[in-house]
C-alpha cells in the first residue's frame, strides 16, 4: 500500500459585489463587447470598496465550507499552504491569518506564490508532503483580492478588467491505497526571463524607500502585463504540460474526464481546446462569472464541476495553467470510487 493525496473536501467563497462591465466603463474607456470579445469576462466579484477584506477572510470561508464537507474540524489539519499573489498585508502571509481565523494556534502555515499557478504548485507541494509521511490532513488555499489593487483608468484597462476576487479551499487527505487514485501527477515550470512580463512592483525591497509618491505616479504599484506575450506564451506552454503530466500518469487524453484549465482568457482555453482536439464539454469555463481569481481560480472550477455533477466519484481530473512568473504546470487527480 502506498500514500495517495486524495481531496476530500471542496468549497469556495466570492464576496457578494459584483462589478460589470457595464459597471467598468463608468471608471475607464471600455465597453462590454470587448470585454467579452477579448476575454469572454462578463461580470465578477469584487470586496466592497467601504469595506473591504483580505485573502485570509475569504480564504476562511471558503475553507470552512471545504472542511464541513471533508467532515474535518480545524484541529484534524496538519499542515495550511496558502496561494495568493496579493497577500492581506506585506508580511506575513496569509497562512498565519488564516489559521488564527480558524482557531488554530500551533498547526503549521506555509504560504506560496506563483500567482495563477498557485494551486498547482500548492497541490504538488501538499503531495510530496503527504507521500513523505510529512503530514497527513492538509488545508490547501488560493485566494484573492485583486480588486484593491487595480488601476480602473484607462491606462490601465488592459489588466484591470479582467481580474476579480474569490477564494476556494480543498481538504487533503492520505489514503493507503494500491490503486491508481488521487493525484497522478504533478508537472512545474518556471521561466524567469519573462518575470517583468507580468508584475506589480512596488513596494519593492530592493529599492529604498520601498514605496514612494513618485513610484505611485509612475503606476508602479499597479499591475502590469505584456498581455500579448503571456498569451503567445500560454499556447505554447499549455498543450507541452498537459503531454508531460498525461506520460507521468501513463494516461491519455480521452482518459481524462475534464480538464480544468486556469481561466485567464476565454479565448486561450478555446484555442487549447482546438490544438488538443478535445471535445468543447470536457473544458471547463466560468471565466464569464468570476474573471480571473488566480490563485483561487482553478479550485474554484473544480468546486463548482463538482457541484454540476460534471465529475464525481472515479472522475479523472487534470488542472493546468500559466501565469506570471512565468510559472506553468499540471496536476491531475483521480476521486476514488
Ligand atoms: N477595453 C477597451 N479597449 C482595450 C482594453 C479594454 N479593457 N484593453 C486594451 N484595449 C485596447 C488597447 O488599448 C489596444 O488599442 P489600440 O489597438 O488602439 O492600441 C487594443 O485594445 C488591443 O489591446 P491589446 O492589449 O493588444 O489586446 P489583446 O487582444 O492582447 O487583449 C488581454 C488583452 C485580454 C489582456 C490579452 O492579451 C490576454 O488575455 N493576455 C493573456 C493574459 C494572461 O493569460 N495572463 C496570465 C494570467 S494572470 C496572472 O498570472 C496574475
Not at 218 to 240: N, Q, S, T, Y
Not at 273 to 284: D, S, T
Amino acid at each position: 500500500m502506498t500514500k495517495k493525496t486524495v481531496i476530500t473536501g471542496t468549497g469556495r467563497y466570492v464576496p457578494p459585489r459584483v462589478v460589470t462591465n457595464d459597471d467598468l466603463s463608468q471608471w475607464m474607456e471600455t465597453s462590454d463587447e470587448w470585454i467579452q470579445q477579448r476575454t469572454g469576462i462578463e461580470k465578477r466579484h469584487w470586496v466592497d470598496e467601504d469595506a473591504p477584506v483580505g485573502p485570509s477572510d475569504l480564504g476562511l470561508e471558503a475553507s470552512q465550507i471545504a472542511l464541513n464537507r471533508a467532515g474535518w474540524s480545524p484541529a484534524d489539519i496538519d499542515l495550511i499552504i496558502f496561494a495568493t499573489l496579493s497577500p492581506d498585508i506585506f508580511f506575513p502571509g496569509p497562512g498565519c491569518l488564516l489559521q488564527h481565523k480558524l482557531g488554530l494556534s500551533a498547526t503549521p502555515a506555509l504560504d506560496i506564490r506563483q500567482q495563477c499557478t498557485g494551486f498547482i504548485y500548492g497541490l504538488a507541494t501538499a503531495d510530496a508532503y503527504i507521500r513523505s509521511g510529512m503530514a497527513t490532513k492538509i488545508l490547501l488555499v488560493g485566494a484573492e483580492v485583486h480588486s484593491t489593487g487595480l488601476d480602473i483608468s484607462t491606462e490601465g484597462r488592459d489588466v484591470s478588467v479582467i481580474f476579480g476576487d474569490g477564494a476556494a479551499a480543498v481538504c487533503l487527505e492520505a489514503v493507503d491505497s494500491d490503486q491508481d487514485v488521487g493525484v497522478l501527477a504533478s508537472v512545474l515550470h518556471a521561466k524567469g526571463s519573462m518575470a517583468e512580463s507580468l508584475k506589480t512592483e512596488a513596494p519593492a525591497s530592493r529599492e529604498w524607500p520601498r514605496l514612494t509618491a513618485k513610484m505611485m505616479e509612475e503606476r508602479r504599484h499597479f499591475p502590469h502585463m505584456d498581455g500579448k506575450a503571456i498569451f503567445k506564451e500560454a499556447l505554447r506552454r499549455l498543450p507541452e504540460v498537459t503531454k508531460e503530466a498525461l506520460d507521468q500518469a501513463g494516461l491519455t487524453t480521452e482518459d481524462i474526464d475534464l480538464y480544468i484549465p486556469h481561466q485567464a482568457n476565454m479565448r486561450i482555453n478555446q484555442f487549447y481546446q482546438q490544438m488538443m482536439k478535445l471535445p468543447e464539454e470536457k473544458v471547463f469555463h466560468n471565466i464569464q462569472r468570476y474573471g480571473n481569481t488566480t490563485a483561487a481560480t482553478i479550485p474554484l472550477a473544480l468546486d463548482e464541476a463538482l457541484e454540476m455533477g460534471l465529475i464525481g466519484k472515479g472522475s479523472t481530473v487534470l488542472f493546468l495553467g500559466l501565469g506570471s512568473g512565468v510559472t506553468w504546470g499540471a496536476n491531475i487527480h483521480r476521486f476514488p470510487e
